[in-house]
């Protein structure tokens, strides 16, 4: 087996697992199915339900704090687009586009660092957020 394939395979599921709770989960799970559609189009009407089943396990496992939960669907995606890379050459070619565009979603979508400091003296009050804020004295 080519450690090509099983990096593409494996970024490939690590990037969608990633994009599963983020405002571009629609355009990451357009992505693969489309792969899915192109190579395997018997499969593809199962492959997007299962994307969505994916994508409520996770949102639960990351709610719950459940670390184990999530690595099994990443392993399941893993294994899946896995064998269909090593399977078919077209297909691996077409994942490897569809993952171009979800390290681009994922760029877009990562958070970005923010960095405050400040200095108080004397009887002042200083308020910092990088989100929302509400104070109530």
Known sequence: ????????ASTAATTLIGLMTTDAWQ???TAISRVWRKS???QADRVNADLDEAQLMVTQA????DDSLEAA???EWQGRM???????SSARSDLKAAVRQLEGLARQTA?????????????????????????NE
């Open 27 to 29: 355009q990451a799970r």
């Open 1 to 8: 087996m080519s450690a090509e394939v099983e990096v593409l």
């Open 62 to 65: 990351r709610q719950n704090d």
């Open 111 to 135: 958070p970005r660092s923010v960095s405050m400091r400040a200095d108080a003296r004397d009887h002042a009050r200083i308020y910092q957020s990088a989100q929302d804020m509400v104070i």
């Open 82 to 88: 896995l064998r269909l890379a090593l399977t078919d």
């Open 73 to 75: 669907v990443l392993a």
């Open 40 to 42: 395997r189009p018997e």
